[in-house]
Nanobody
Framework: QVQLVESGGGMVQAGDSLRLSCAAS????????MSWFRQAPGKEREFVAA????????YYQDSVKGRFTISREYAKNTVYLQMDRLKSEDTAVYYC??????????????????????WGQGTQVTVSS
């Protein structure tokens, strides 16, 4: 089992920045590819960004490219999502998740929520315009 705890959400104004953290505990001896998803009110949860197990490869949803940066700190078992130039449409609950370690992290699979084994409880991000 892996437990994930997100933090860093809050209420900001458009153009501001936030950094979300996702701390993993439990079976962290294996390094996993991880992703951030988000769910806005009345909408389905959607993929935001992913990072490979070794941190060499990252992927982003088109709407956040150039504004969001995913990274990881192995010593702290933590994955981050740096969000800059926030927009009102970024308002959502943000979740981190552990990708199926038995699969390659590719563009065909990383957006599929059923391919993720563990999820955090989410952190709210609200951006006012």
């Amino acid at each position: 089992q892996v437990q994930l705890v997100e933090s860093g959400g809050g209420m900001v104004q458009a153009g501001d920045s936030l950094r979300l953290s996702c701390a993993a505990s439990g079976r962290t001896g294996t390094v996993y590819a991880m992703s951030w998803f988000r769910q806005a009110p009345g909408k389905e949860r959607e993929f935001v960004a992913a990072i490979s197990w070794n941190g060499d490869t990252t992927y982003y949803q088109d709407s956040v490219k150039g504004r969001f940066t995913i990274s990881r700190e192995y010593a702290k078992n933590t994955v981050y999502l740096q969000m800059d130039r926030l927009k009102s449409e970024d308002t959502a609950v943000y979740y981190c998740a552990v990708f199926n370690p038995g699969l390659p992290l590719d563009t065909g699979l990383m957006t599929k929520q059923h391919e993720y084994h563990y999820w955090g409880q989410g952190t709210q991000v609200t951006v006012s315009s």
